[in-house]
């Protein structure tokens, strides 16, 4: 084993393998240390990659390099573009996945990686001098130099399993936990961390499915893949597409859920960990919407070859024996034998208001936080923080700014802006509701948007990028009418005059609104260029409330477009911040101490 890396990633799931691919793809010398070298970018929960909001935040991933739309194109085994009966700026694409398959492309990924070493161990110290990581010590009691350090330790912080009210350690069924990085980030690294849970479904034997009491939801017709790299045609033609099945809870499954809440895992009112509010247990549901005689279960296959499907929408803590009387209730699953239960899991995670809009903990800055110890859920939330918290790892060590997305020009940087600034009291996953530009940060634009970003950071090809470039002026040639030049299909692959006649098309519509949504963001953009120094004194703002005084102490906004969102922060509070800064400024310029 080597004694030094440039960057040490500690976990090797959706959030580590971004951050790890990226880190040595931007030529540094990166290690990562996990678990359990089989369960690299292991989907512990549904097989499926995207979804409303979600499959931009994969496609964003990709237009700037990372990994995960590339694996999802070669691993999914059904392909939809979500919302499509709605406007364009909305579509958002979803795969089923082959989780096994997931999981090997992803790990060939990493080992087939140049500067990028693997190790299976447990990352048990952050050894911080100075407020900065020099080392981190695995359980051998090896100690590995690094310059920078980048933790995606997910639900494996003391992870505790709930089967019912039973419980034992692990990070996931039959794999255990890391029982000592929590003690590390809290005392040698200043962090406070908190507990959520999650739960799981159920999986059955697709042999024991009556598959004629359901409704078959097959994929797309011409399905479309995630990564901007895939060549559509070719892919097309070796994609074997499985179906899912719709079928329905009914009032007997309700009053087997509900006459047992007692018996449940997951605390139904409060309790000290919460759950994910938007992806909620069936005893969720049914306290929930007393009215409702019935809820949307759908059965999807986990792969080409296995006999396991998963019942989405059947998220449970129930002990083993009442989930196979609710199952055995619901229409088409009389007979259904189950593989593996449902269980719930509670794990330590770190408030992400103690991280910067970089990822990094404010208090040791060459130290990185991505994915689910960051209190998100979800793949794709958790792989977009991965890919920001490595480039940002690797710009911090060369010596870089680092990439910090706007609102207005991508999900991630709606994710992160939120997650940093809000905090969060349960387990945040992403929406396009939460997007207030959405119309210009769609799913068919992500290269447009971003692929600059990716290039200026070293992770698109020569080769790719010049494609890019045909198909951007293609895309401008297209609006503005001129039609004679255009590259041919040949040069463009895989981007396609389709694509950027489609392009125009759907930026025609939204025109008009585009529009007025740039003009708001540009008068955004002034409160969100306007930097607030790191050592501002906000108790010198005497018209503030103590309350307001003690929110901005907690976050520390990089900005002031930061600080107006900031829960219960009101204008008025803007107001005198800018009128303050102001002051301060026109003193430090009177001063000389800054330019005009
Ligand atoms: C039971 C369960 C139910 C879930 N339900 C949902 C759901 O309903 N909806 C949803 O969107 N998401 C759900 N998820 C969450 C989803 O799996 C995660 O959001 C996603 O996998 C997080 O990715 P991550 O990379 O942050 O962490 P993970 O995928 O958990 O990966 C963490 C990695 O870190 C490694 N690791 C941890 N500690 C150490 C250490 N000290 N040293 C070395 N390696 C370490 C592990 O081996 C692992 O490789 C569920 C997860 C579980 C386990």
Redesign the pocket.
């Known amino acids: 084993m080597e004694k030094k890396y440039n960057v040490i990633v ?9 951050a790890a691919l990226a880190c040595a793809r931007m030529g540094l010398k990166t290690l990562v ?4 070298v089989d ?8 097989p499926a990659i995207g979804g409303i909001a ?1 499959g931009q935040m994969v496609r964003e991933i990709d237009a700037m390099g990372g990994e995960m739309a590339w694996i999802t194109d070669h691993a999914g085994l059904q392909f939809k573009i979500l919302n499509s009966s709605r406007g364009p700026a909305v579509w958002s694409p979803r795969a089923q996945c082959d989780k096994e398959l997931y999981s090997v492309l992803m790990s060939k990924s990493l080992q087939d990686c140049k500067n990028l070493d693997i190790l299976q ?4 110290r952050l050894i911080v001098k100075n407020q900065k990581v020099c080392a981190v010590q ?2 051998t009691g090896e100690i590995v130099e690094t310059d920078a350090a980048v ?7 003391k ?1 505790r ?1 709930y089967l019912g009210k039973d419980y034992f350690e692990g ?3 039959n ?1 255990r ?5 929590s003690k590390s980030l809290i005392e040698d690294c200043g962090l406070t961390l908190g507990r959520f849970k ?4 159920p999986r059955i034997n697709t042999l024991t499915i009556d598959y004629l009491k359901m409704t078959e939801q097959p994929g797309d017709e011409n399905p479309r893949p995630f990564s901007h790299f895939t060549e559509v045609e070719k892919w097309r033609k070796n994609l074997k597409q499985l179906s899912c099945w719709l079928t329905y809870t009914n009032p007997q499954t309700h009053k087997i859920v509900g006459d047992h809440l007692d018996l449940s895992s997951i605390p139904i009112s409060g309790g000290e960990s919460k759950s ?1 509010r ?2 909620p247990a069936i005893e969720e549901k049914i306290e929930r919407y007393p009215e409702k005689t019935s809820h949307h279960i759908f059965v999807e296959p986990e792969g080409y070859n296995t006999n396991e499907v998963y019942l989405n929408g059947l ?1 449970t803590g129930l002990p083993f024996g009442l989930q196979q009387q609710m199952i055995n209730s619901i229409a088409g699953l009389e007979n259904a034998k189950v593989i593996r239960y ?4 509670e ?1 330590d995670y770190s408030s992400p208001l103690q991280i910067t809009k970089a990822l990094a903990a404010k208090n040791v800055p060459n130290l990185f936080l ?5 209190g ?8 977009s ?2 890919f920001v918290a490595g480039v940002n790892a690797a710009l911090c060590v060369l010596g870089k700014s680092p990439l910090i997305l706007g609102r207005n020009e991508s999900y991630i940087g709606i994710l992160i802006d939120d997650i940093t600034t809000k905090g969060m009291d349960e ?1 945040y ?1 992403m929406f396009t509701s939460r997007a207030e530009y959405r119309l210009s940060i769609r799913n068919d634009n992500c290269d447009l948007r971003l692929m600059d970003i990716g290039r200026s950071l070293g992770l698109i090809s020569d080769a790719a990028y010049k494609k890019f470039e045909l198909y951007r002026n293609a895309v401008r040639d297209i609006y503005e009418g001129n039609a004679e030049t255009l590259p041919s299909d040949d040069e463009l692959t895989p981007w396609s005059l389709e694509k950027a006649k489609e392009e125009v098309y759907i930026h025609k519509k939204y025109e008009g609104y585009i529009g007025i949504q740039e003009k708001i963001a540009n008068k955004v953009k002034k409160n969100e260029d306007r930097k607030i120094p790191d050592d501002f004194d906000y108790n010198k703002l005497v018209s503030l409330s103590a309350e307001t005084k003690a929110r901005l102490n907690e976050v520390r906004p990089q900005t002031v477009g930061q600080a107006s969102r900031i829960h219960a922060i009101k204008p008025s509070d803007i107001a005198i911040l800018t009128v303050y800064l102001e002051k301060q400024r026109k003193e430090r310029k009177a001063k000389g101490r800054i330019d005009a």
């Open positions: 500690i976990g090797a799931g959706h959030a580590g393998c971004e240390i996990t678990l359990n369960s690299i970018a292991r989907m512990p929960c549904n979600k161990s447990e990352a048990t695995i359980l933790v995606t330790t997910g639900t494996f912080l992870g399993i990070g996931r069924f794999e936990h890391a029982a000592h990085l999650t739960t799981t479904t994910p938007y992806c998220y449902a269980y719930a899991i794990y991505g994915g689910q110890i960051n998100t859920t979800g793949y794709e939330e958790a792989a923080q991965g387990p996953r």
